[in-house]
């Protein structure tokens, strides 16, 4: 029998080893827990923001406390994609992050910042939907893998060839375009003061 046709079907990814098109399941489920791992040392300011909020329906964050969120929630990536190629999540579902053109895990500090910089500008606008780009593409390439130039791998064979899924494609990203036009034209819940961010719930109509 041929070696070439008893090797197990890999993708067309370049590069020293077997890369395989990733699971966007696999990708949403890593996302997931890199965010529970950042609330973690988050939560002992954010907690008490929130019961205040809920309490009062009004609060004010510091700018410290917006500051230290911002530098935990940035180097948190940086450095595991720099050092590991895979933030937490990602590796605890066997997933890493390599260059788009030559599949290498020598990944630059130009695309590490790139990549978590437009994360950071699209997801609290956006939510999931930079993700939602993926189902345009058989390599499941996102909006965000797009900017950076990588593409996201692993280390083993789908169960099922990815296909394009533009009818789940376009739901996904005019529904999460809808949400992004609403927190553009919606209701305003936040304001900026010289003390910090001032964040308030909407009000509910007045009961007659």
Not at 27 to 54: E, N
Not at 128 to 144: Q, S, Y
Request: a positive charge; one cysteine or more.
């Amino acid at each position: 029998m041929n070696a070439a046709n008893s090797a197990p079907q890999t993708s067309d990814i370049p590069g020293p080893q077997e890369l395989y098109v990733p699971s966007t399941w696999n990708r949403l489920w890593a996302k997931m827990v890199d965010g529970l791992i950042v609330l973690v040392p988050m939560s002992f300011w954010m907690v008490p923001i929130f019961r205040t909020v809920l309490r009062t329906g009004k609060v004010t964050i510091p700018w410290l406390e917006i500051v230290l969120t911002s530098i935990i929630g940035a180097l948190y990536p940086c450095l595991f994609i720099k050092l590991k190629n895979a933030t937490p999540g990602k590796l605890l579902f066997r997933l890493k992050i390599v260059d788009y053109e030559t599949g290498s895990d020598r990944l630059t500090w130009a695309q590490v910042l790139l990549r978590v910089s437009a994360e950071y500008a699209l997801t609290p606008l956006f939510s999931l939907g930079p993700m939602a780009v993926a189902f345009f593409r058989e390599d499941r390439r996102h909006l965000i893998d797009i900017i950076a130039r990588t593409r996201v791998v692993q280390d083993s064979p789908r169960r099922k060839k990815a296909e394009i899924r533009r009818i789940l494609g376009t739901i996904l990203v005019l529904y999460f375009g809808v949400g992004a036009l609403y927190k553009l034209l919606g209701h305003k819940s936040y304001n900026y003061t010289r003390e910090g961010l001032v964040m308030s719930l909407p009000r509910s109509p007045a009961r007659k």
